[in-house]
Nanobody
Framework: QVQLVESGGGLVQAGGSLRLSCAAS????????MAWYRQGPGKQRELVAT???????YYADSVKGRFTISGDTVKKTVYLQMNSLKPEDTAIYYC????????WGQGTQVTVSS
């Protein structure tokens, strides 16, 4: 089983920044990259960004230009630098490996006040 541990969330004012961290461990058979997802209040989980040595970097349109994903597939760590945060970025942020593990971590809460 894969263990995913996210950290770095918190409460920040609009326009502020946060840096999220994630580490994956356990029985990882195959890993092509890593990704960040988020689930806002009353919303479905959505993809935020991915990083892959094979496919490069992807950002959702809603975060493009404000968020930066980085990571190391060998070390199985991924980071998300979030700048110019908006209230609509409020969500629980989760990471996962690519292809996705069926098990998810607890996530880290990001709250952006207006």
């Amino acid at each position: 089983q894969v263990q995913l541990v996210e950290s770095g969330g918190g409460l920040v004012q609009a326009g502020g920044s946060l840096r999220l961290s994630c580490a994956a461990s356990g029985s990882i058979v195959s890993i092509n990259g890593m990704a960040w997802y988020r689930q806002g209040p009353g919303k479905q989980r959505e993809l935020v960004a991915t990083i892959s040595s094979r496919f490069g970097i992807y950002y959702a349109d809603s975060v493009k230009g404000r968020f930066t994903i980085s990571g190391d597939t060998v070390k199985k760590t991924v980071y998300l630098q979030m700048n110019s945060l908006k209230p609509e970025d409020t969500a629980i942020y989760y990471c996962n490996i690519l292809p996705n593990s069926p098990s998810w971590g607890q996530g880290t809460q990001v709250t952006v006040s207006s």
